[in-house]
């Protein structure tokens, strides 16, 4: 495993995770709700100064960091074949990785189809499927489209939304 100098990492993350690039990425960076931070490739521990370190951008490294353009909070990221997937409580994003300078890109997918909770996303073989805060289903396969579903509006009418952090989503072959 490699070694995480947290100094200068973010902190209050609402999640984490790893690239395919091999960034470690924040989400929800430092408790700013629509903030990403992305470490340098394959780099956790560089940590010698507030400003040579893993997490800060610099024309030596590939860090960096971006806001969402969203009204809601991001929940849950997801990778989804060669993007990520973000959902915040009211929309969904896609982040994908272009290259230097800019490193990843995002993109407003849809909106009004917010998760519920932050496990209810489930992703296999490059498709993503999610229960929104509205009781709907949603599917991603590099756009995000209702997923009808005959019970959906039972589970609407009989959820318990103080239990929303509750739901789970999981691939079941």
């Known amino acids: 495993a490699a070694l995480v100098n947290s100094t200068y990492a973010p902190t209050s993350n609402t999640c984490i995770l790893v690239s395919k690039e091999r960034h470690l990425i924040a989400f929800g960076a430092d408790g700013n709700p629509k903030r990403i931070e992305w470490s340098t490739s394959e780099n956790y521990a560089l940590a010698t100064s507030g400003t040579v370190n893993s997490w800060t951008a610099a024309a030596t490294n590939d860090a960096g960091s971006f806001e969402i353009d969203t009204t809601g909070k991001i929940k849950t990221a997801t990778k989804v074949g060669n993007i990520i997937l973000i959902n915040t409580d009211v929309d969904c994003h896609e982040m994908r990785y272009i ?16 998760i519920i909770s932050r496990q209810a996303i489930a992703s296999v073989a490059g498709l ?10 949603f599917i991603y396969d590099g756009s995000v489209k209702p997923l009808p579903c005959d019970v959906a509006k039972h589970i609407s009418d009989d959820i318990n939304s103080v239990q929303n952090d509750l739901i789970y989503a999981v691939a079941n072959s």
């Open 99 to 114: 290259g230097p300078p800019y490193i990843y890109s995002r993109r407003l997918v849809a909106k009004s189809c917010g």
């Open 128 to 137: 993503a499927a999610w229960m929104s805060y509205n009781g709907n289903f």
